[in-house]
């Protein structure tokens, strides 16, 4: 069983909004907090945002840019990352991962290869 599952990518148009989520199964605990990443061809896994599970308080990196908001709903394990306002410059896989770290550690350590516990990603592409 999968442990991270996220849905919501797609095609869109510069402009638009997407909403991605991320169903969370076994890292429930309050301890953990999670995040969203992207991977663009060619390019670096990045961190956007990161969330703590204990009190929902979130992380932004640079990447969010003001246009990209993380949210969870407890009750659903759901993890959300909506998006707006998106340019071409936002295409990429997106994923989201777990962690027993402060929402700002998985943030900046996603990148580094030391969270374990990752999705399989959605892709989105941003084009008219």
């Known amino acids: 069983q999968e442990r991270l599952v996220e849905s919501g990518g797609g095609l869109v148009q510069p402009g638009g909004s997407l909403t991605l989520s991320c169903a969370v199964s076994?890292?429930?605990?309050?301890?953990?907090?999670y995040g969203w990443f992207r991977q663009a061809p060619g390019k670096d896994r990045e961190g956007i945002s990161c969330?703590?599970?204990?009190?929902?308080?979130?992380y932004d990196t640079d990447s969010a840019q003001g246009r990209f908001t993380i949210s969870r709903d407890n009750a659903s394990n759901t993890v959300y990352l909506q998006m707006s306002d998106l340019i071409p410059e936002d295409t990429a896989v997106y994923y989201c991962?777990?962690?027993?770290?402060?929402?700002?550690?998985?943030?900046?350590?996603?990148?580094?290869?030391?969270?374990?516990?990752w999705g399989q990603g959605t892709q989105v592409t941003v084009s008219s």
């Open positions: 991962a777990a962690a027993p770290l402060p929402a700002k550690a998985l943030c900046h350590l996603g990148p580094s290869g030391l969270i374990d516990y």
């Open positions: 076994e890292f429930t605990a309050s301890f953990y907090s």
């Open positions: 969330i703590n599970n204990s009190d929902g308080t979130t």
